[in-house]
């Protein structure tokens, strides 16, 4: 058994259902100590007086080079979306199938921080300083997760010149795209306020729904950019209208509505959540927005095609470079230093039955070496 599918085993079973803590990061501490790294684990997010928030568990794992090395930084996470009903076998009980490992995680993406330390297993560490920066608090919230990783080392003096981040970018097979950037993310909650009624007698009550609707509509046909060279257009979707009213004859004293926007780098999502607040309250309505991300993009240059050039030659494919997908915890890294996001065939990630090929554990792990050897010595 390759170490590529050994730590992909026994990482997927540890139950890691967001957020993870405990047995996960054991295992990867387990493994991680006995290459020369220094192993910090530290917890965020227990419940302040009157929090129902489950604890988060966090890893930063460091092995320095020479003095005055470059540094090159891992990333990702251990906690896994629920598995859901319907498996063919135990979701936390890998199972080799074939040349398939089914497990929950085993592309999102157990199996790619299995391969990360395969591969750094395989790198002197004269080749400079590698560190490991992962999260519990991925598939939920991502409040205590990756953002609590850089305070920490930010508080350490701890910067990375470049991240991988490993998340499943390959889409039909292992090395087809990588993803230099990311759109960004708000939601926003509206609400459109009236007064209860009897709808004989509409002229004693105020209907929020004709109000609601002409939001919506304003919203809905707004367009927003037409894309630009590295990101596709803008768009905004309604997600969600609830209106509480049980009766027939009754109107209703409140409408709300949810929209979700992805946008690229032509906005921000201050600009975009102003738009929204004016055009609810143009509609008598109010606008509460969350963002969630803004967009990122590091240009191509020397390490993505640095990157390129290693996946290329262990799969023969050169990768598109894409931006397309939804937001990943390398929105907060692009803060700390240039990410790149490459990693497993995504095709199975959160549903049931997820499963990897095995071939691609170890062709992933050769990648990584290449990378960091590479990006070590840009």
Not at 132 to 161: C, Q, S, V, W
Not at 369 to 374: F, P, S, T, V, Y
Request: with cysteine; hydrophobic share 40%; glycine share 10%.
């Amino acid at each position: 058994m390759s170490q590529s599918l050994a730590f992909a085993k026994r990482l997927i079973a540890a139950p890691s259902v967001t957020p993870a803590t405990g047995a996960v990061f054991d295992e990867l501490e387990a493994m991680l100590m006995p290459l020369g790294f220094a192993v910090h684990r530290f917890t965020r997010g227990e419940g302040e007086e009157g929090s129902d928030e489950a604890p988060v568990e966090n890893l930063f794992a460091i092995r320095h080079g020479p003095e005055g090395s470059k540094h090159f930084a891992f990333a990702g996470h251990l906690d896994v979306v629920p598995p859901g009903d319907g498996w063919t076998s135990a979701p936390f009980d890998p199972e080799e199938r074939g040349e398939l490992l089914y497990g929950r995680g085993a592309v999102d993406m157990k199996g790619a921080i299995a391969s990360m330390v395969a591969a750094v297993a395989e790198v002197p560490q004269a080749a400079g300083t590698i560190s490991f920066i992962i999260t519990g608090d991925e598939e939920g919230p991502a409040l205590h997760g990756t953002r609590a990783l850089i305070d920490y080392m930010n508080a350490e003096g701890i910067k990375p010149d470049l991240c991988l981040v490993g998340e499943p970018t390959s889409v039909n097979r292992l090395g087809d795209m990588m993803k230099i950037g990311r759109r960004g993310s708000v939601n926003i909650w509206l609400e459109v306020d009236g007064t209860q009624g009897h709808v004989a007698y509409p002229h004693l009550a105020d209907n929020p729904l004709p109000r609601m609707i002409a939001m919506l509509s304003e919203l809905n046909n707004l367009h927003l950019d037409e894309g630009t060279d590295w990101f596709q257009p803008s768009n905004l979707e309604i997600t969600e209208i609830d209106i509480p009213n049980r009766a027939h004859n009754v109107i209703p004293a409140k409408a709300k509505a949810r929209i979700s926007i992805r946008f690229n780098d032509t906005h921000s999502g201050a600009s975009l959540a102003r738009t929204v607040v004016a055009i609810a309250e143009k509609h008598g309505g109010t606008a509460r927005p969350v963002i969630s991300g803004e967009p990122f993009l590091t240009e191509p240059g020397a390490f993505s095609n640095m990157l390129a050039e290693a996946i290329e030659a262990e799969t023969g494919i050169t990768p598109e470079p894409s931006t397309s997908g939804g937001t990943s915890d390398a929105r907060f890294l692009r803060a700390v230093c240039p990410v790149i996001e490459f990693g497993l065939c995504n095709a199975t990630m959160h549903k049931r039955d997820e499963a990897v090929a095995i071939p691609d554990l170890d062709t992933l792990a050769r990648i990584y070496k290449r990378a960091a050897l590479g990006a070590l010595a840009l």
